[in-house]
C-alpha cells in the first residue's frame, strides 16, 4: 500500500518561499517517477512539476516555470518542491504523487487512485 505524506506548507507573503517534502512509503521508489500537483479552493486539481527516476530530468507547467524546482533524494523515498517568487495564484493544496514509469515527468492527474492528505499553501498579498 502506497502512502504519500506531504508537509511543508504554510503562509507565506508574496514573493517569499516554501519547501514541501513528501515521504513515500510502501515500497521502494527508486526507480518511479515522481510529480507534484495542487489543487485551489473551487477549481480542478493540476499537475505541476514531475521528476525522473534518477532526478535527471524535470518538467514545470508554464506556471511555475522559474519559479519552483523540484527534486527527489532516492534513498529517503522523498520528492521536495522548492517554490520561490510565490505569488497570490499559487495557493493551493499541494499533493505529490508516484508513477512505475520511471521516466514519466509529465503525470496525469487522472491516472492515480491513491492520494495523500496534501499540504495547504496559502500566499497572502
Known amino acids: 500500500q502506497v502512502q504519500l505524506v506531504e508537509s511543508g506548507g504554510g503562509l507565506v507573503q508574496a514573493g517569499g518561499s516554501l519547501r514541501l517534502s513528501c515521504l513515500a512509503s510502501g515500497r521502494t521508489f527508486s526507480t518511479y517517477s515522481m510529480g507534484w500537483f495542487r489543487q485551489a479552493q473551487g477549481k480542478e486539481r493540476e499537475f505541476v512539476a514531475g521528476?525522473?527516476?534518477?532526478?535527471?530530468?524535470?518538467y514545470y507547467v508554464d506556471s511555475v516555470k522559474g519559479r519552483f524546482r523540484i527534486s527527489r533524494d532516492n534513498a529517503k523515498n522523498t520528492v521536495y518542491l522548492q517554490m520561490n517568487s510565490l505569488k497570490l495564484e499559487d495557493s493551493a493544496k499541494y499533493y505529490c504523487n508516484v508513477d512505475p514509469r520511471p521516466h514519466r515527468i509529465v503525470m496525469p492527474v487522472d491516472a492515480y487512485d491513491y492520494w495523500g492528505q496534501g499540504t495547504q499553501v496559502t500566499v497572502s498579498s
Open positions: 521528476i525522473s527516476w534518477s532526478g535527471d530530468s524535470t
